[in-house]
């Protein structure tokens, strides 16, 4: 290799460094910057050339970077964060002019609550961007935020005192019995136990809440199925394969032969919208944020009067 050339290193092939560090493998940081493969290649065979270092080991089992590399890496990232700021710093001066505002959130409230919280904000604020990213569960949405990757998150409350936080709605978590299930009145713990029972995984944020109830009210809960996908779960029953218990955001629109009722004693989550507490946020954060909690509150007492079975 020919000696440094540090005026020629660009800036997307120190963020191609990165990517191929988070994904150690060519392909997968092809995909995450969106380029093909080999340009992720010659970018870092062009900053290993203006190096003049080896960066990245390549191999059969994917791309792993070298010590020199895991060292230049570490200022790799100080300089992507440093651009970062440079951008919140421009942004924070176009105040409600422009700018984007990234919203983290889990499936239920990215359907149906904010479609019509983003659609309401850009008719106010049509200059600026609201990006939505889907997350598994809040425990990642936390992290989104920590990590600077998302302004705004959607989680369940209460949260850590690192995080800034406003209650949107309370959810409730609702039992959905098949077309056959014959409940006259309320909802019995000994009728619920006689189905077979539907729930996510057990390290799902929604079965885990599930979980700590059934404990409290000293009940047993035996899952005979776990299933990732609330739509899936949706359909089992609507075939008469067992009961589940979803929140109801997550479970509407429900099949009209398919039947909803509170748990016998009944358990609700309270979703709220944060941010990082300690954070610099632009104006458009905060306008977001009014314009969330206006129309949460707006669709909360809509769907409120639809009345479900105790």
């Known amino acids: 290799m020919k000696g440094q050339n ?29 380029v093909s493969q080999s340009a992720v290649s010659h970018a870092i065979a062009t900053l290993e050339e ?44 176009r105040g409600l002019q422009g700018g984007v505002v990234r919203i983290a959130s889990f499936r239920s409230v990215a ?20 990006t ?11 992290q989104s935020l920590r990590e600077g990757r998302a302004d705004v998150g959607i989680t369940y409350l209460p949260t850590s005192a690192e995080f800034e936080t406003w209650k949107l709605f309370s959810d409730e978590y609702l039992v959905l019995m098949p077309p056959d299930a014959n409940v006259s009145e309320a ?19 929604c079965s885990i809440l599930v979980q700590k109830h059934f404990v409290q009210q000293r009940q047993e809960l035996r899952a005979d ?36 009722f509170s748990l016998p004693v009944p358990l609700e989550r309270v979703i709220g919208v944060g941010i990082l507490a300690e954070a610099l946020h632009p104006p458009a954060v905060y306008a977001f944020l009014d314009t969330l909690r206006e129309v949460s509150d707006r669709i909360h007492r809509v769907e409120s009067t639809v009345p479900v079975p105790s």
């Open 132 to 142: 939505i990213t889907e997350h598994a569960d809040y425990i990642s949405i936390e």
């Open 225 to 260: 199925y776990h299933l990732a996908e609330d739509s899936t779960m949706i359909s089992m029953v609507a075939q008469g394969l067992g009961a589940a218990i979803l929140p109801r955001l997550a479970a509407e629109p429900l099949p009209p032969n398919v039947k909803a």
């Open 50 to 93: 203006e190096l003049g270092v080896v960066l990245v080991s390549r191999g059969r089992h994917g791309a792993h970077l070298t010590p020199v590399g895991e060292r230049v890496l570490c200022h790799v990232q100080q300089m992507l964060q440093s651009l970062e700021a440079i951008g919140k710093e421009a942004q924070l001066s």
């Open 6 to 34: 540090l005026e020629a290193v660009k800036l997307s092939q120190l963020r191609t460094l990165a990517a191929v560090a988070e994904c150690e493998n060519f392909s997968e940081a092809a995909l995450k910057l969106q």
């Open 111 to 130: 359907t149906h609550v904010l479609p019509q919280a983003i659609a309401h904000f850009r008719k106010k604020f049509p200059a600026i961007t609201a």
């Open 187 to 205: 909802l019995t713990w000994n009728l619920l136990s006689q189905y077979p029972l539907i729930l996510g995984p057990d390290s799902d944020a």
